[in-house]
């Protein structure tokens, strides 16, 4: 007797077909012998472990798209057009090898030609945007005479910066024109606003790339912010014309800075600065020790508008109206309390995306809170994985390019740990049984949920901390089970009370009430962060240790069975990875302006010809040091192996000699002893040792990290980090 041995003994089945694919059972009924003739038994128990989750395949969607905006971004140089027709090549190619998938018993849905169609809509979807975004870039560094209508005026400190579009630049014609400039400028008289059309005299220039390979890359974000330069005043801007804000972005913009104003004027100094900063995402009143303050306690997400804020602003709203709605008896018989107030929420939720500017960030909580309060109005599930991916799956396709951005990473890497974390926990005790418990147990319980969600969020963020901050605190949980609470009940709901009194002028109670609770707030930072040890200096992990912290943690977060576990395996190995990571011996600005060295005892030596506040900052943070101390001067004697005349300067690591030449005096003798030399004077040909990066080529690398390693010297340039894109110029 021949065939499959089941299929004569069982009765002959027709199930119903599903637009997923058969199920398990029908797998079984199809002929488990010849299944595994054709897969193997691995396979055969791997399809039976998908096959098991099917409830789960969703959740790979946004998953697999982001895969192929990221590979999009990754790339060397821009792809060719094409590739946008090329998936209707491929959704061909699929229907051809369906038929073959159906005789090995894949079903449709998992097939992996389904993963990567969604991967390349994610390419093309980031290649589209970066099209759609295309806007003129300025030529070059220069004074420009210019006229604009202001955007955006956000007070930082001392000064003004302008956002001015509708732009007319003297000698440029209006095809190279930028679609938008952002000015500096002193503050003072005239007080501008949205809507104003100003004239001033100001250098411009292109948006800077990155500091350092693999430092952060301005440039990129600028052009998807149609961002065209950057630059400052050079004497006093003039008002040309005085005009109301033109259209909702410029309304909104313009409230903005009247709410900013409000609250800065009735607290003056640092809590006026942050107040405004949490309430309308201006954040240039907040003090660059501030930042330091709360970066080094593990605080800084609570002044970035996010899903914490939006949930408070919605989750507030929420409460109160349905708090109002049921002491109507009238009106809770004929509309369902909880579904309008979601409704009520919404719309909150809403207006506060539009007064924070909606930044990245926002847009995310706003879609997430947004999708939640639907779910209440639909009587379904509003806390699921199902809703996280949606999410996702919306910002990206909104704004493929926010993926990179460290916004997007950190917060939805902390949503999907919580709710992995709470998806698997078993159901809670019912209410009498938790009242049996004491008084006391609300509070303990909300304790430790405050406690577990502090820790599982520090945990899984700490990786992206590293990678783009350079920085983890120690004591951040500490830190965040003292301010959330004091931020949740405290600070942003008297802040939501001052901004609904604010039209009716009774907002100055509630704001000073809101200025002492962030008083409180930072002094609890100020306090963890004068702990000792309490931020660590990490220097920065590659790539591919995100990418296996990454991949391992969606595994694990994703499916629900035990083979979840697999996938603590590239969690660990990306950890293990990224703290093997050694900060670069060497960086070099482009025109060797600024040289750091950091020494085989720990020192870290800084030449600057020009000063530069942020690229100070910037490697400072990729050397992994607590100072930078300047090179010794000539005559002074060598420090650590770095020594200087008045031609130049030599540091000898690990028995490697690598030389600077400021002068042409030094080459010479620098040509014959170093093994490498630099010199921003123009390209020579050195026949003895040395290898020489001078001049023009110098320039074109756009910066320099130099690592020795055992084999050699190893360069490593900005422009080969970059590649050829259309943000690099």
Wanted: charged share 20%.
């Amino acid at each position: 007797m021949g065939g499959d041995p089941l299929a004569q003994v069982m009765p002959t089945v027709q199930p119903s077909p599903s637009p997923l694919g058969p199920s398990a059972a029908e797998h079984r009924l199809a002929g488990p012998g010849r299944r595994a003739v054709l897969l193997g038994g691995r396979w055969r128990r791997a399809l039976d472990e998908l096959l098991a989750e099917r409830h789960r395949w969703l959740l790979w969607v946004p998953v697999f798209a982001a895969l192929g905006i990221g590979s999009y971004f990754a790339l060397p140089v821009e792809p060719p057009a094409w590739l946008m027709p090329g998936l209707a090549a491929l959704v061909l190619t699929m229907a051809a090898v369906g038929p073959a998938g159906r005789r090995l018993g894949i079903p449709w849905a998992i097939h992996p030609a389904t993963a990567v169609l969604f991967l390349l809509a994610g390419f093309a979807l980031a290649q589209w945007r970066t099209a759609q975004v295309a806007a003129p870039v300025m030529p070059r560094a220069g004074v420009q005479m210019l006229e604009g209508r202001v955007v955006l005026a956000e007070p930082r400190g001392d000064r003004l910066r302008l956002l001015l579009e509708d732009l007319r630049i003297d000698g440029l014609a209006e095809a190279r024109t930028p679609h938008r400039l952002r000015i500096s400028m002193r503050r003072g008289e005239p007080a501008l606003q949205p809507g104003d059309r100003v004239r001033l005299r100001a250098r411009v220039e292109p948006p800077p790339g990155p500091s350092w390979p693999g430092g952060f890359d301005f440039a990129r974000r600028a052009w998807f912010e149609r961002l065209g330069g950057i630059g400052f005043a050079l004497g006093p801007v003039e008002r040309i014309a005085r005009g109301p804000p033109n259209g909702l972005a410029e309304r909104v913009a313009a409230l903005r800075q009247r709410v900013a104003e409000r609250v800065t004027d009735l607290l003056p100094g640092t809590a006026g600065g942050v107040a405004a900063a949490l309430l309308t995402g201006l954040r240039g009143g907040v003090e660059e020790e501030v930042w330091n303050v709360m970066q080094a306690s593990g605080l800084a997400h609570l002044l970035a508008i996010s899903g914490l804020h939006m949930g408070l602003v919605a989750g507030t709203l929420f409460l109160a109206a349905r708090y109002l709605l049921s002491l109507w008896p009238t009106l809770a018989l004929r509309v369902t309390p909880r579904k309008a107030a979601a409704l009520f929420a919404l719309l909150g939720a809403a207006f506060y995306l539009l007064l924070a500017g909606a930044p990245v960030p926002t847009r995310r909580a706003f879609v997430m809170v947004g999708l939640a309060l639907l779910a209440v109005m639909l009587d379904r599930n509003p806390f699921s994985m199902r809703l996280v991916a949606l999410a996702a799956l919306v910002v990206l396709a909104l704004q493929p390019e926010s993926l990179l951005s460290v916004s997007f990473q950190m917060s939805f890497a902390a949503v999907i740990g919580l709710v992995a974390w709470f998806e698997r926990l078993p159901a809670r005790p019912v209410n009498e049984e938790r009242a049996e418990r004491g008084a006391l147990f609300p509070i303990l319980d909300y304790l430790r949920i405050v406690l577990v969600t502090t820790l599982i969020a520090s945990l899984v963020t700490l990786p992206f901390a590293a990678y783009h901050f350079q920085r983890a605190a120690s004591y951040g949980v500490l830190a965040n089970l003292l301010a959330v609470p004091l931020t949740a009940f405290w600070i942003m709901p008297v802040g939501l009370l001052g901004l609904i009194a604010m039209p009716v002028g009774l907002d100055a109670l509630f704001f000073r009430l809101m200025g002492a609770g962030i008083e409180l707030l930072l002094a609890v930072a100020r306090t963890v962060a004068g702990l000792p040890g309490a931020s660590v200096e990490l220097a920065a992990w590659p790539a591919a240790a995100l990418l296996l912290f990454v991949g391992g943690g969606l595994w694990l977060a994703i499916w629900t069975r035990r083979w979840r576990l697999l996938g603590l395996a590239p969690m660990v190995a990306g950890v293990g990875l990224g703290l093997l990571a050694r900060p670069p011996d060497i960086l070099v600005s482009p025109w060797l302006e600024q040289v750091a060295v950091r020494l085989e005892d720990g020192e870290v030596r800084l030449r600057e010809q020009r000063r530069d506040r942020y690229l100070r900052r910037a490697w400072r943070r990729a050397l992994v040091a607590d100072r930078l101390l300047p090179f010794p001067e000539p005559g002074e004697g060598p420090r650590g192996g770095l020594a200087c005349d008045r031609l130049g300067c030599v540091v000898t690591l690990d028995g490697r000699r690598i030389a600077f030449a400021f002068d042409a005096g030094a080459l010479p003798t620098d040509c014959r002893r170093a093994d490498l030399l630099l010199t921003g004077l123009s390209r020579f040909d050195c026949r003895q040792r040395a290898r020489v990066i001078a001049g023009g080529e110098l320039r074109r690398a756009q910066g320099l990290a130099i690592r020795i390693e055992e084999e050699g010297i190893r360069v490593e340039t900005v422009r080969e980090r970059r590649g050829d894109r259309p943000w690099v110029r």
